[in-house]
């Protein structure tokens, strides 16, 4: 029997950080969706200007393409990917 396997779509996932270093917004997958139709918390918080995030201003769901949309206007605008967690106990 010949199945086809399905691949799970690469979702924005990291820290970005405001230009300004005044927010930084975490994208985190949400293990509970679909992977037909994944979809994307992301996390808006103040951070201190070393890009440290020190209180969270709100929470998001957001569908694949919007986060992705999201994710690549914000890269476009100067915002900054941090490649390592920056505030284990914050996250």
């Not at 996932?13 to 139709?37: E, N, Q, Y």
């Not at 998001?60 to 919007?66: A, H, K, P, V």
């Not at 949309?69 to 106990?89: K, P, R």
Request: with cysteine; aromatic share 10%; glycine share 2%.
């Amino acid at each position: 029997m010949n199945q086809q396997i399905r691949e799970a779509l690469p979702t924005p996932r990291g820290w970005l950080v405001a230009p300004t270093r005044d927010f930084c917004l975490f994208f985190i997958h949400d293990p509970k969706s679909v992977m037909v139709a994944p979809s994307v918390f992301t996390q808006l918080w103040y951070c201190t200007e070393e890009g440290i995030p020190t209180k969270l201003k709100n929470t998001r769901r957001l569908d694949y393409e919007s986060a992705h949309e999201t994710w690549n206007e914000l890269l476009s605008n100067d915002w900054e990917l941090i490649e390592h967690q920056i505030n284990d106990t914050a996250a």
